[in-house]
């Protein structure tokens, strides 16, 4: 079963998802999914199906200001922000009649939101179970290896433009998510095809950009910091062997601070095709660590 649900946050701001349960269990352990940089929620939608088709109920938003879920500026990726929101949404996810509330939630963040959910696991009580897939798990040492010290540079040089602006009443920079020039300024190079670009954006609200702002918090971010003191919570983290956005040599090095119980889970492709071509192993690894780590009592055979 599915529908929609929208919750208030802290600051009153309106966010917008979906709530997948499972059928005949009207009272089940929690799972609470975000997407990762400049997505939406869509693109995890047959991660929560799969979820819920073995026992769970999962509540999947969209990011305040992407997608559906209200916030201003548009297109802007707050790790800080978007930390607090997840918090309220657990919140919600627990008050809603179709989660166990006596047990502990669990949490899958793909991508940027993968680093987030470790924080999270590291600093909320109420989360017991964290899978982190394909994770953005040191903005310094990952995107070196991503943009490049001159990227680097371009972003610092117009991020201090970008600010006198904002503080001066002025909107944001915004910059592509994608790029189809080569060499060109982006959030996330190296350049794609258009048709790529055009694919993605046929399949629901997810558009090509992003505030400047936010490759400046993609640069920043450290969430290897919060890594050790997930445990003892159970981790799963998700890799692609040939990743060229999150480098599988960087989640390695990050892995290895976290405490037991763990688990790392490699597939053999990229980034991007996580969601598709290697959801097999991805989703499937994700569901085995909740049943495993989670109070399913005769969960589906999926």
């Excluded at 269990?25 to 995890?44: D, N, T």
């Excluded at 046929?202 to 400047?212: C, E, K, P, Q, S």
């Excluded at 702002?213 to 692609?240: N, Q, T, Y």
Aim: charged share 20%; net charge negative; glycine share 10%.
């Amino acid at each position: 079963m599915k529908r929609d649900v929208e919750f208030t946050t802290e600051d009153a701001t309106v966010l917008r998802g979906v709530l997948h349960t499972p059928e005949g269990r009207p009272h089940a352990p929690g799972i609470v999914m975000a997407h990762g940089f400049s997505g939406v929620k869509e693109q995890l939608d047959h991660y929560a199906a799969l979820f819920a088709a073995s026992g769970f109920s999962v509540l999947l938003y969209d990011h305040r200001s992407f997608g559906a879920s209200d916030g201003s500026p548009r297109y802007e990726v707050d790790p800080f922000q978007q930390i607090c929101d997840w918090r309220d949404a657990i919140t919600f996810a627990l008050g809603q009649p179709e989660f166990d509330d006596s047990v502990s939630i669990g949490v899958f963040g793909s991508s940027y939101a993968g680093g987030l959910a470790m924080v999270i696991a590291a600093c909320d009580h109420r989360v017991g179970t964290v899978v982190a897939q394909i994770p953005n798990v040191s903005g310094h040492r990952n995107t070196p290896l991503l943009l490049g010290e001159d990227g680097i540079a371009e972003v610092r040089r117009r991020s201090a433009v970008d600010r006198a602006t904002r503080l001066a009443g002025g909107e944001p920079e915004m910059v592509q998510v994608f790029t189809t020039v080569q060499d060109g300024f982006c959030a996330l190079p190296p350049a794609v095809d258009r048709d790529y670009i055009e694919s993605v954006e046929a399949a629901g609200t997810w558009r090509n950009t992003v505030t400047l702002r936010s490759v400046e918090h993609l640069v920043d971010f450290e969430p290897a910091g919060w890594v050790p003191f997930v445990a003892p919570k159970p981790l799963l983290m998700i890799v692609g062997k040939h990743d060229a956005c999150t480098f599988v040599e960087v989640q390695r090095e990050v892995f290895a601070t976290a405490g037991e119980p763990k688990k790392l889970v490699e597939h053999p492709g990229g980034h991007f095709d996580t969601y598709s071509t290697h959801f097999g192993v991805a989703g499937y690894a994700a569901r085995d660590w909740f049943v495993e780590h989670m109070p399913v009592r005769q969960a589906a055979s999926v």
